[in-house]
T-cell receptor, first 115, second 115 residues
């Protein structure tokens, strides 16, 4: 399996622009997570889906952020409009194990820089 | 107080040394515990789960102390390739939908193994 695939690897944009991050989870995994990582705050869960349904979006910073999972093999995280404080590494992860032994598989991340 | 706290380090040790990291958590009802490893500019990867009785995987030993609410990771005979950031992860209680998925991440402890 190719693992969790994220695109793009790097994104540089100007403040106010729309940014769309993409994720393809591991085939057969039923849970998908979007995380943001910064030096100051570490890894923060933004939202997670179970069987394509958003379960917990309490970590989404504000209305500028939205996430969708139209099918089991694809998810997007959109920021509109983007701001410099959104600069971070955004990771997508998927899992499919039991609750006790659940293991997260992360994608390589998207390094977002908003100028 | 943060839910999961780690000494950020960096820990600088020579090859062959034994090094130990601790991690404290604030929620006494936390159920599951993990150590993840993150190399520079890479995604986190599961190193090992932490079980109540303690567990060992080669040179790595993980311990859980529920009374004092901390977990530890011991690395014996450290290698240059062990240089990375080690993330302590704790799973909280079930969410309102009964899903047992919310992971709380520490900021990580940086380890540098020197020749």
């Amino acid at each position: 399996d190719a693992g969790v695939i994220q695109s793009p690897r790097h994104e540089v944009t100007e403040m106010g622009q729309e940014v769309t991050l993409r994720c393809k989870p591991i085939s057969g995994h039923n849970s998908l997570f979007w995380y943001r990582q910064t030096m100051m705050r570490g890894l923060e869960l933004l939202i997670y889906f179970n069987n394509n349904v958003p379960i917990d979006d309490s970590g989404m910073p504000e209305d500028r952020f939205s996430a969708k999972m139209p099918n089991a093999s694809f998810s997007t995280l959109k920021i509109q409009p983007s701001e410099p404080r959104d600069s971070a590494v955004y990771f997508c992860a998927s899992s499919g194990g039991t609750a006790r032994n659940e293991k997260l598989f992360f994608g390589s991340g998207t390094q977002l820089s908003v100028l | 107080r943060k839910e999961v706290e780690q000494d950020p380090g960096p820990f600088n040790v020579p090859e062959g040394a034994t090094v130990a990291f601790n991690c404290t958590y604030s929620n006494s009802a936390s159920q599951s515990f993990f150590w993840y490893r993150q190399d520079c500019r890479k995604e986190p990867k599961l190193l090992m789960s932490v079980y109540s009785s303690g567990n060992e995987d080669g040179r790595f030993t993980a311990q859980l102390n529920r009374a004092s609410q901390y977990i530890s990771l011991l690395i014996r005979d450290s290698k240059l390739s062990d240089s990375a950031t080690y993330l302590c992860v704790v799973r909280s209680l079930k969410d309102n939908a009964g899903n047992n998925r919310k992971l709380i991440w520490g900021l990580g402890t940086s380890l540098a193994v020197n020749p």
